[in-house]
C-alpha cells in the first residue's frame, strides 16, 4: 500500500505504466473478458442494431400479433404485433443508459456519504442519521411527491424524452444509496483502525489523500458488488416506475417492461419473458465479471502473483 | 367462442332445471370466491367501492335489486310498488315500501319499519361522510306508516323513485345493531361495520379487512332452502391475472370478478375445461374526452380553464369527426375487452330505450374518408413534418389516461391511427389513485385535464340515466373555483342541451324521457367532444361445477348468490 | 460501548420524531386521495363529505399533532389496559384510525404481522442460512466450478425480479405439477402435525421466491469480502503459525469478513417486517407488505404513517444493532 504514495512523484509516462499493469492483469482474467466481450456485445446489438434490423419497435402490426418465432419476425411480436427484436434492441438502449447512470450516481452519493461519514468521526452521527431517513422514507408516496413537483419543469427544460430520463435516474438514485453508504462507512470504520492507516496518517498525510489513496482502494471490493447489483435493481425499478405514470410513456420499450408485460404470456409464448429476462440477467453478470475482473486487477496484491 | 356460448348455454339450462329446487340449506358445503381487490369493510355507507359493496350484498340486502336484465326483483319487500299498483302516488312524490310478512334479521329479531327509517338517518346525517349520500338525495323525508309500511317521501316530484333502498348500494342496516354509530361516531364501531346484522342468505363469521372474509349460512334465511353453500370463503389481493388463473387454470377458486386480463389469455385460461368466463353489460362505456378549452402548459395555472380560452382546434367538430373516423372501435373492443366489450358511437348506450342508433356510422374505420375530411376542410400538413396544421397550429395532442395495461394497448393503437391522418400524439399515464383521486393539488388528475384527449371509462348506477347526463351542463365544468370538481370533464357548453336537462327532470312519461335523452346523446356525440370507444361489461369467471350464476351489472354481481348451487360432476 | 448505545437510544427520539414529520409531510403532499378508488358514479359533493369526516379539513400541523397524540399516548395506554385489564378511564380516547376500514390501524397490524413474519422471515433466515456458506466456499476456492456456478445463479436469480420469479414457479409448481396451492391462506391454523404440513406447502412457494433474491445478494458481500480478507497478511500469519485451514478460514478471516454481511443483514430486517410487497401480492399472502400498498393505493394515510413510522424505528434500531456489533466483531473499532 505504502508504494502506492511513492506513485504520485513519479511521472505521466510511469503513471500510464501502471494502467498496463492494471490492463495485463485485467487480460489474464478470462471471466472479466468474456463479460467484456458480451457487455461489448450487448452495446453493439442495442445501438447498432437497428441499422440492420430496421423494423420500428412501436410500429403495430395488427394481423400479426401473439406470433411465436418467424423469419419475419426472429423473436415474434406481442399482443399488439409489435416486433420482438426491435423492442428488444429500442428497450436495451434505454434500460442499459438508466441502468448504468442510476447505479453510478447511486455509487458516488453512497460511496461519498459512506467515507465521509465512516472517515470524519464528527460527521458520522449527522450522515447516518440522514441515511436513516432516507431508508424510512415510504418509496410510493415520495415518488407520487416527485412527479408532482418535477415532472413538468424538467419536461419543459428538457423535453420529454430527455427530462423524464433525468428524472428517472435522478429519481432511482436518490432512492438507493443509502444501502451502499451504510456498507462502504462499516468498512471503513474497521479501515481506520488498521496498522497501514494508523502509519500513513503518523507521517502527516493529509485526509483527502487519506481517503483517495488509502481508504477508497480497500472498499473497492463491496462498491463493485454493490454496483452490480445495483444495475439489476435499477433496470427492474424503471420498470416499475412506469406505472406510476413517472417512466417512459407507455410505449416507449424497456427490458424491465418487456420482461412484466410478457410475464402473463409466460405460457402462451415463453418467448416474451425469455429474451428480456435473459438480456437482463446475462448484461447484470457480465457487468459483474467486468467488476470482479477490475478489482482484482485494480489489487496490487493479487497483480503480482 | 362457439364453445364459450354452448357451454354457457348448457350452464343456463342447467340453471332453470328442477335440480335446483331440490336443493336444501348447506348441502353444498364450501364456495370460494376470490376478488383481486379486498374489501375493506362491510359497510357500504362507509366505503362506496364495488368491492366493499358487493362482498357486503351476502349479508345486507334491500327492498329491491337488479335482475340481469335490469328488471326490479323483490328482496326485502313483497313486491315492487309502481304507479298502478299505488304503491307510488300520482304526483310522484312518494313511493310506499310493504315488508315481506315474517321477515327476520339473521340475529331472529323482525325486520320493522323503523329499520328503514334509522339507515336514512344514518347516511344522511351531516358528519358521517355517507358514500351513499346520493341514493338519498331529494328525500324529504322518510315514514313508518306501520310495522311492515316505509313510505319515502321525495321534495319534488321523481319520475323515477326506485333509489333509496334499492339495489346493493343502499341496502338497510339494522336500526339496533347501528343505533349509537350516527354521525362522527360512525367509524368507531368497528364490531358492526366489520360484521353487519343483515337479511342475507349469509351471516359474516370472521372479517379481516383488506384479506379475507369467511360467512356461514343464514339460520334465519327467508327462503328454508337456501343458500346451498354453508359457507363462504370471500378472498381479496393479487391481481386480475392470477385471480382468473385461480378459477380457470387450477380451480382453487369457484368464482373470480373483474377480470381485466388480455382476452386471448383468458380464452387460453378458459380453454382448460375447468371454468367459463361470464359478461354483463350494463351502461360502462369506454371514451375519449377531448378538452375543449387550451390546456397549453405555457398558460400555467389558467389552462383548461374558461379563462385560457377555447382549443385551438379540438372545438371544431370535424376535426373530432376525423379522429373519430380513423378509430377501428370494433378492433379495439376484441384486442382489448372480448367478449367483456362492444363498440359503441353512444357515450349513452343502454337500458335499450335510451340508446341512439343515429351514429352507428362511426362503427367502421374509415381512414381514407378522415383524410378526405380534413383535406375538405383545408387542415392541411403545409409544412411537410407529416403533422396537419390547424390555422397553424399542428394537430399535436397530449393523450392521457389512468395505468392500465389494456388503456395502454389501446392507447398505441389509436396513436397509429391518428399519424395516419396526419395527428401526432405524445402518450403518458398516470397512476390510477391520482389520475381519479381529485387531489386539487396535483396536476394529473382527470378532472384538470392538462391534457388534449384523456381517455376513461364512466357509467351511472341503476337503470335511470337522469343524473348521468346532468353531467354535462355548463355549470358543471370543473374550475378552481370548485376545487376542480364538476362532471363535465371535456369542458363541453351548450344552452339547447341544458335545456334539454332542464325538460328531462320535468318529465315523467318513460317514453318521453326515452327521446329526450336519445336527442341530449346525439348532442354531444355531433360535438365530438366525447368519442366513445367500448360498450364495456363485467367480466367474471366461475367453475364449471358452480350454477345458478345470473351476472348482472346493474346491481352486485352477487345479488342472487343465495341461488347458487354445485354442480355434480 | 454502553455509554454509546445510550446515547444513540437517546438520539434516536428527536431522530425518530423528525423522519416522523418528514413522512407526514410526503404524504401529505402526495397526490392521491382517499376517494380516489370509489366508483365516479359518487357525485363530488358526497366525496367532499367524506373527506370532510375523515378529518381532512383540519389544518396539517393540527392532523400531524393529533397523530403523535394518538400513536404516543393513546395507543400504548390502550394496550397497557388491555395487558393489565385497569381501567385508566379513557373512554373518549381516539386510537388511530384507518381511512379505507374505519378501524383502528394497530389492530390491523397486529392481525397482519404474523403472515408476513411466517413467510418473509422463514425466507429471510433461509436466504441467510443459504447465503453464508455459498459465499465463504466460492470466495475460499475463488473460479472454482462451484464459485463460477454460484456466481451464475446468484447473478441470474438477483436479476429476475419477483413479479416474474412469481408467477413462473406458480405456473410450474401449481398450474403444471399441482404440487403447491397458488393462493396463501391467511385463515389456516395450525394445530397439529398435518395442518403443519399444510402450513409449509403453502409456505415453499413464495419463501423459494424470496431466499432466491435475499440469498444473491448476501452471497455477493460476503464472497467479496472474504476475497479482500483471504489475501490479508493477518492470514499469512495465521497459517505460519500452525493454526488448521477450518479455523483460519472459519474464524480468522470469516470474522473479520463480516462487518458489510451485517450491515446488508441489518438493513434487511426492517424489510422483513415491512413485508415484500410484490411476492406478498402475487401468492396473496397479505401481509404488511401488502397492507401499506393498499394503504397507498387508498389514500390511507393514517395506516400509511403508522406503519412506515413502525419501519423507521426498525430500521434506527438494527443500524443500531449493527454499529454495535461492529465493535464486538473489531474491537479496535471505537465510537466514543
Redesign the interface.
Known sequence: MTELTTLEAQTYQKQRNQWWDVWDQFKTHKGALIGAGFFIFVLLFVYLGPLVWSIDSQYIDIRARNQGPSWAHPMGTDQLGRDMLARLMAGGRTSIAVGLTAMGLALIVGTFVGVIAGYFRRLDGVLMRLTDLFLALPILPLLLVIIMLFRDPLRASFGPEAGIFILIVFVIGITSWMPTARIVRGDVLALKEREFVLAARSIGTPPHRMVLRHILPNVLSPIMVSATLGIATAIITESALSFLGLGFPSDFPTWGRLLFDGTDWLQRNPERVIWPGLAISLTVLSVNYIGDGLRDALDPRIRGR | MKLRHLMLGSVAAIALSPVAALAERGSDGQLNI?YWQ?P??L?PY?????KEVESASLVLESFARFSETGELVPFMAEDIPTLENGGVSEDLTSITWTIREGLLWSDGTPVTAADAVFTWEYCTH?????????YFDGVESVEAVDDRTVTVHFTAPKPFPYTAFVGSESPIIQAAQFADCLG?A???C?DA??SPIGTGPFVVE?F?????I?FVANENYRNPDQPAFASV?F?????A??AA??VL??G??DYAWNLQ??P??LE?MEAAGIGSVVTAFGTSVERLHLNQFNPD?ALGDIRSTEEAGPHPFLTDPIVGQAMSMAIDRP?LSE?GYGAGGQPTCNVLPAPELYASTANDDCLVQDIDGANALLDEAGIVDSDGDGIREYEGTPLSVLFQTS?N?VR??A???I??WWAEIGIDA??????????????P?????FQKFYADVEMY?????GVDPEAYMANWLCSDIPSPE??W???NIQRFCDPAYDALVAEMSETAELEERGRIAREMNDMIMQSYSIIPLVHRGGVSAHANTLGGVRMSDWDSELWNIAEWYRLDE | MLTFTIRRLLMAIPTLLFISLIIFLILDLAPSDPTGSLPLTIPPEVRADIRASLGLDEPIHIRFLLWLQQFFVNEPLNLFEHWTGWDLGGEDRTRVISWQTRSPVVDIIAERMPQTLWVVGTAYIVGILIALPIGIYSAYKQYSVFDQAGTFITMVGFSIPPFFSGVLVIVIFAVQLQWFPSVYDTTHEVTDWDSLVIQLKQMILPVMVLALQITSQISRFMRASMLDNLSQDYVRTARAKGLTESVVVLVHVVRNSMIPVITVIALGVPQVFGGAIITEQVFKVNGLGHLLIGAIQGGDIPTVQTLTFIFAVLIVLFNLIADVLYGILDPRIRYD
Open positions: 376470490i379486498a375493506s369493510t359497510n362507509l366505503s362506496g367501492g364495488t351531516p358528519e358521517g361522510g355517507c358514500a351513499q349520500a346520493s362522527a360512525a367509524p368507531e368497528t361495520n366489520f370472521e379481516r379487512p383488506n384479506d379475507v369467511t370463503t378472498k381479496g389481493g393479487g391481481d391475472a392470477s388463473r385461480t387454470e387450477t382453487e377458486f386480463v388480455d386471448t389469455l387460453e402548459p378492433l384486442i395505468t395495461a395502454q394497448d392507447q398505441a393503437l396513436k397509429q405524445e402518450l403518458r399515464n398516470i397512476d390510477a389513485s391520482v389520475f381519479f383521486g381529485g387531489d393539488s396535483s396536476p394529473d388528475t371509462t364512466n357509467n351511472f348506477a370548485t376545487q370538481q364538476g362532471a
